[in-house]
């Protein structure tokens, strides 16, 4: 079983950044893709980017491309998620997940960290 532990949240002013990482157990990190997904009170979890094994392919939610960045480092086997001009728009909780095949939907992820709250102010 692959665990996923995210950090990094908190509460940040509009226009200001914040960096999440994601920590994965195993040795099979370098193998697995890497998503990030984000939650807001009383809607559906959605898709914010994704990254695949090598780095070398990127995906990203239209709402966040320009402003967030992932990137991972297979030697401390750890994703990040660096977001920069944030809205009050992007609060939610925030999650990492792994899956062997990249991809942008929450069904075709296999395993989820808890999550780590993002709190922009206005």
């Known amino acids: 079983q692959v665990q996923l532990v995210e950090s990094g949240g908190g509460l940040v002013q509009a226009g200001g950044s914040l960096r999440l990482s994601c920590a994965a157990s195993?040795?099979?990190?370098?193998?697995?893709?890497m998503g990030w997904f984000r939650q807001a009170p009383g809607k559906e979890r959605e898709f914010v980017a994704a990254i695949n094994w090598s780095g070398g392919l990127t995906y990203y939610a239209d709402s966040v491309k320009g402003r967030f960045t992932l990137s991972r480092d297979n030697t401390k086997n750890t994703a990040y998620l660096q977001m920069n001009i944030l809205k009050p728009d992007d609060t939610a909780v925030y999650y990492c997940?792994?899956?062997?095949?990249?991809?942008?939907?929450?069904?075709?992820?296999?395993?989820w960290g808890q999550g780590t709250q993002v709190t922009v102010s206005s």
């Open positions: 195993g040795r099979a990190f370098s193998s697995l893709s």
């Open positions: 997940a792994a899956t062997w095949v990249i991809g942008t939907v929450v069904a075709g992820y296999d395993h």
